[in-house]
């Protein structure tokens, strides 16, 4: 296969040889050392060929902040030489702009595999006698995209060169059967998925769109955010639309999938937008919505959480609120004051003289970002350049360069002093002492599973919303930190801005009705009930909970006891005294009447037990308690009758006894009450048969419980609480020798 290649290339030398001097010339930096690591950076995009096999290759849409990036990887190989982190040992470099195309990227790389450079053409054949030859690069950075990653690593494999990429996160790249020197500085897009889901369900997004893109990096992510959400109870993704790799507007078609994407995010019912895809079609994409105002909540990928550009288009404050799955950035120390080093020596720096001729996008940041002027030409004089450096890919790119210091530090045995072994290693020992590092960089620990990949976390941004810039983290343990009130803001909402209902009044219950996610309260179904206000789902309804009869009783029971015991205190007579005594015993009264209620009902239970009857009644449908036996429910309702009515004669007997509290008087009232409700409510519920039987009984049972429950306890809790002079014993026993000395009747003192 490698002489297959190599034939190919020495036959065709056109396809290597790049064109002199041009505006817009793909970038090639070149620096000699012991060690060469190569840098593969999209400069620029869409490069532009006369004819397909064409020697003459020019690139558009220079990328200034990638040109930074690239600037880092050499700022940060030259720190290591100066520090002599690998004593006599230089490390050097081979820096291409790939123009972010896979074809160009893979020459590229072909030309770093073989073992020698050629000025003219770049590639000589092997002079070691040798059908495959060690490549003169040992250790590739780059590319950013995962589509370019991709075809970049099928040639570095052949030379087993690591290649460690800064930005590429497709899961693809993981499969080491497929890409096994392959290694990164950055999250796999597995990790990328979990966070947004994450990010999703902690902000009680119910349903979402997806847009992806047909390519590595937009297919692999949008297929795996759609995994994580089917795993999830709660989340409905309403929509996922595939656009190009390349959404290019100047074809009718694309135009029209723009179109189609437009019209499926305006008719659905997805309250956040997830944009997985390029930052070149995020850019077409947000252009669009500004223009047709389609307001939404945006969920950004790495690839553009973090985009100048994006921020600043024209009207992006007017469609929404944004969140985005950032890479984590530290700041590089010393790489800023390097950037502005390159204005200051202009006039002997090619680097600089590049970036001159293919024109920074200054003249569109925003006066107080730079602090400067915003013309092209006076931007490129000061030092507002290090206002467009991304740290997180930057950091990324500077972790690469540690990476390969640490395996070479291993690999050639340094000690500081001194390094044990000369560099005549092999690219495949180099790549094996990659694969075991454990580092740690600017509180940054680096360590690579099976796979290649890093657990680094991620940065959760936000803008266009009330809390802006880094608002939390995602730990690779899959925990998710964010501010609590913009949680708890997020979490209270009831209805969204698609007419989705998120809570329903009773009886209702959340349900699909039509459209694919979003959810209407709809009535709940036969034999189903929700009883509480913001229930989502409703219940089956429970058999068999027909016990009215039993608890009203105890209730009756302990106030009658109550009562008699005043009857007796009051009544008091020596020739009674003993019969007094033994029926002054309110725990054994309450057991009795209890008893007598429990074995009724005890009886109909086992015998004749009531069952749930579901009649239809219009559009709905009536729930209604058939109690079987209608002697034993009357037996039961007329011995609860029975106990009212004996408690009411009682009470109404106690009125004028001297009772300090007034109970009697009170349960008067409350018996009063009862007994009117019960004989009003009987011949109703016996002999109706009307669809509000059921809620007619409700309230009677309502009254009769809060009428016993008001005029019982209400006066207690009164006297314990403002009236405490009289909760005493003291007071209770003079209040008693004063009524009876008022009938002339001796009391004695104990």
């Not at 290090?386 to 990476?403: G, M, P, T």
């Not at 001297?658 to 409700?677: H, Q």
Request: with cysteine; charged share 15%.
């Amino acid at each position: 296969m490698w002489c297959f290649l190599l034939c190919c290339v020495l036959w065709f030398p056109g396809l290597l040889c790049t064109l002199p001097a041009a505006t817009h010339q793909p970038l090639h930096e070149y620096s000699d050392g012991d060690v060469i690591i190569g840098g593969l950076f999209p400069i620029h995009l869409q490069p532009n060929r006369t004819l397909p096999s064409s020697r003459h290759v020019s690139c558009n849409e220079y990328q200034f902040q990638v040109f930074l990036a690239a600037q880092m990887m050499i700022f940060a190989i030259k720190r290591v030489n100066q520090r002599r982190a690998l004593p006599n040992v230089t490390l050097g470099y081979d820096v291409y702009d790939t123009c972010g195309d896979a074809s160009l990227a893979m020459r590229m790389a072909l030309n770093m595999s073989i073992d020698q450079l050629d000025p003219q053409c770049g590639l000589l054949p092997g002079r070691k006698p040798s059908s495959a030859p060690d490549p003169r690069v040992k250790a590739v950075i780059g590319e950013g995209s995962s589509e370019v990653s991709i075809a970049v690593a099928r040639i570095l494999t052949l030379s087993s060169i690591a290649q460690i990429s800064y930005a590429a996160t497709s899961e693809l790249l993981s499969k080491k059967d497929k890409f096994p020197t392959f290694l990164r500085t950055v999250n796999s897009d597995v990790l990328q998925t979990k966070a947004m889901a994450e990010l999703v369900k902690t902000f009680n997004w119910w349903t979402v769109g997806i847009v992806g893109s047909d390519d590595e990096y937009g297919k692999y992510g949008s297929d795996g955010l759609e995994d994580q959400f089917n795993a999830m109870d709660n989340v409905c993704v309403d929509f996922k639309f595939i656009l190009p790799a390349h959404l290019d507007l100047s074809g009718s078609k694309a135009q029209k999938q723009l179109t189609e994407l437009m019209d499926t995010i305006g008719n659905s019912t997805a309250e956040a937008i997830i944009l997985f895809t390029r930052e070149s079609n995020v850019k077409l994409v947000l252009e669009a919505a500004i223009q047709m105002n389609l307001n939404r909540t945006w969920i950004a990928s790495d690839t553009w959480s973090n985009s100048s550009d994006i921020k600043e288009l024209p009207g992006i404050e007017a469609i929404g609120p944004f969140f985005g799955i950032a890479f984590k950035s530290h700041i590089v120390e010393g790489f800023a004051d390097y950037v502005s080093s390159m204005v200051e020596e202009k006039s002997s720096n090619p680097l600089w003289e590049y970036h001159k001729l293919n024109h920074p996008p200054c003249q569109s940041a925003p006066q107080e970002k730079l602090n400067c002027s915003l013309t092209a030409s006076q931007c490129m004089e000061t030092r507002c350049l290090v206002h467009y450096i991304f740290w997180d890919l930057s950091l990324n790119i500077y972790l690469a360069v540690e990476v390969i210091v640490n395996a070479l530090s291993s690999l050639m045995k340094c000690d500081g002093e001194k390094c044990q072994r000369n560099t005549s290693f092999t690219a495949y020992e180099l790549l094996n002492e990659i694969k075991n590092v454990n580092l740690t960089v600017n509180d940054t620990h680096i360590v690579f599973d099976d796979n290649g990949d890093p657990m680094l976390g991620y940065d959760i941004v936000a803008w266009n919303s009330p809390s802006s810039g880094t608002i939390g983290e995602y730990l690779p343990g899959g925990k998710i930190n964010l501010p609590p009130s913009l949680v708890a803001t997020m979490a209270n909402v009831t209805f969204t801005a698609f007419n989705c209902s998120r809570t329903c009044p009773v009886g209702q219950e959340l349900k699909k009705n039509g459209m694919k996610c979003c959810k209407h309260c709809i009535v709940c179904s036969d034999g189903y009930v929700s009883s509480e206000i913001g229930t989502q789902n409703c219940t089956k309804c429970k058999e068999g909970m027909p016990l009215f009869g039993i608890a009203f009783t105890l209730c009756v029971s302990c106030v009658l006891a109550n009562l008699l015991q005043i009857f007796v205190c009051f009544t008091f007579s020596q020739n009674m005294g003993g019969w007094f005594r033994k029926v002054n015993q309110p725990p054994a009264v309450v057991a009795i009447l209890f008893g007598v209620q429990l074995v009724l009902c005890s009886i109909w239970l086992a015998y004749f037990p009531p069952s749930l009857q579901r009649e239809p009644h219009k559009k709905a449908f009536k729930l209604k308690c058939d109690p079987t036996s209608k002697a034993l429910f009357g037996a039961v309702l007329s011995y609860v009758a029975l106990l009212a009515v004996v408690s009411f004669l009682f009470a109404f007997k106690g009125k004028k006894l001297p009772d300090l509290y007034k109970n009697a008087s009170f349960v008067t009232i409350g018996m009063l009450l009862v007994l009117v409700v019960w004989i009003i409510f009987i011949p109703v519920y016996l002999f109706g048969d009307g669809v509000y039987t059921e809620a007619i009984k409700a309230a009677a049972v309502l009254v009769s419980s809060h009428s016993m429950l008001c005029c019982h306890l209400v006066p207690k809790c009164y006297i314990m609480v403002f009236r405490k002079e009289l909760n005493d014993e003291k007071a209770i026993t003079d209040y008693i020798r004063n009524h009876f000395e008022q009938k002339g009747i001796n009391v004695l003192k104990s």
